[in-house]
């Protein structure tokens, strides 16, 4: 199995700017995750999904932040329009069913926002 | 309270130290318990669960005492590559089937 996938890995852009993350999770997995590291806050969960069913977004800062999950295949990250705060590294994840199983990360996305 | 409290260090050991993380937790209807370990620059990945009655990897030694709401991680033998975040994780459960909450991580250097 080829993991989680992310793209891109690296992301500079200029505030105001609109940024896209993607994430392919593994196959057969029914969660879907997208967490936020920084060095002042660790990692914070944003969203997740199951099912492609967004079941809980409070961690999603502010209206700025969105995200889709349009396939079981597929999913996405979007900030508009991006700010400097939001620089970070992006983790989506994905876990199955099973109780207690866990999640596993994808390589993340490195955002940058001048 | 945070959820998921943890030292955050750093630990600077020698090679063949023996070190302890611990950790606590705020909802007692937590259900699933884990410790990932995180490199410099690199995803958290998973380093073992931890179960009611204490398991054991080759020099990791996870154990959970669930009256006190409390997890800890021991490492034997330290090696160089054991240098990394340690990540202590909780499943909440219930609404939050399938949520995990991080801790802050606790940082491990060992050093020749």
């Known amino acids: 199995d080829a993991g989680v996938i992310q793209s891109p890995r690296h992301e500079v852009t200029e505030m105001g700017q609109e940024v896209t993350l993607r994430c392919k999770p593994i196959?057969?997995?029914?969660?879907l995750f997208w967490y936020r590291q920084t060095m002042m806050r660790g990692l914070e969960l944003l969203i997740y999904?199951?099912?492609?069913?967004?079941?809980?977004d409070s961690g999603m800062p502010e209206d700025r932040f969105s995200a889709k999950m349009p396939n079981a295949s597929f999913s996405t990250l979007k900030i508009q329009p991006s700010e400097p705060r939001d620089s970070a590294v992006y983790f989506c994840?994905?876990?199955?069913?099973?109780?207690?199983?866990?999640?596993?990360f994808g390589p993340g996305t490195r955002l940058l926002v001048l | 309270r945070k959820e998921v409290e943890q030292d955050p260090g750093p630990f600077n050991v020698p090679e063949g130290a023996t070190v302890a993380f611990n950790c606590t937790y705020s909802n007692s209807a937590s259900q699933s318990f884990f410790w990932y370990r995180q490199d410099c620059r690199k995803e958290p990945k998973l380093l073992m669960s931890?179960?009611?009655s204490g398991n054991e990897d080759g020099r990791f030694t996870a154990q959970l005492n669930r009256a006190s709401q409390y997890i800890s991680l021991l490492i034997r033998d330290s090696k160089l590559s054991d240098s990394a975040t340690y990540l202590c994780v909780v499943n909440q459960g219930g609404t939050s089937y399938g949520k995990l909450t991080f801790g802050q991580g606790t940082i491990l250097t060992v050093h020749p």
């Open positions: 196959s057969g997995h029914d969660y």
């Open positions: 999904f199951n099912n492609n069913v967004p079941i809980d």
């Open positions: 994840a994905s876990r199955g069913t099973s109780w207690g199983e866990t999640q596993y």
């Open positions: 931890v179960y009611s």
